[in-house]
């Protein structure tokens, strides 16, 4: 059982910039898939970043593509957001691999956090 605790979500000014943290609580392997999703009120989940652990390989969706990054360091994974956007306004959640049935750039997400909450106003 993998357990994900999501943090640094806040409001803030379009244009701004943002960064997210979760912790995770299990050994990861190298090459282990973690993720950042994100969905908005009235919208459907939204994968918008993962990262294999040990310095592997980095996938963005086009609407954060050089905007967001993600990584990763021993057991916590951030996303730096950057010229926030006020359509970037949702719950940010971290995701990580299992035995799952989401499949998002090969892997399969299956444990997620809680969520935390970023509001950017114009």
């Known amino acids: 059982q993998v357990h994900l605790a999501e943090s640094g979500g806040d409001s803030v000014q379009a244009g701004g910039s943002l960064k997210l943290s979760c912790e995770v609580s299990?050994?990861?392997?190298?090459?282990?898939?973690l993720g950042w999703f994100r969905q908005a009120p009235g919208k459907e989940r939204e994968a918008i970043a993962s990262?294999?652990?040990?310095?592997?390989a980095t996938y963005y969706s086009d609407t954060v593509k050089g905007r967001f990054t993600v990584s990763q360091v021993k057991n916590t994974l951030y996303l730096q957001m950057s010229s926030l956007k006020p359509g970037d306004t949702a719950m940010y959640y971290c995701?990580?691999?299992?035995?799952?049935?989401?499949?998002?750039?090969?892997?399969?997400?299956?444990?997620w956090g809680q969520g935390t909450q970023v509001t950017v106003s114009s």
């Open positions: 995701a990580a691999e299992g035995d799952g049935d989401r499949w998002y750039w090969g892997c399969p997400f299956a444990y």
């Open positions: 299990a050994f990861m392997p190298n090459n282990y898939c």
């Open positions: 990262i294999r652990t040990g310095g592997g």
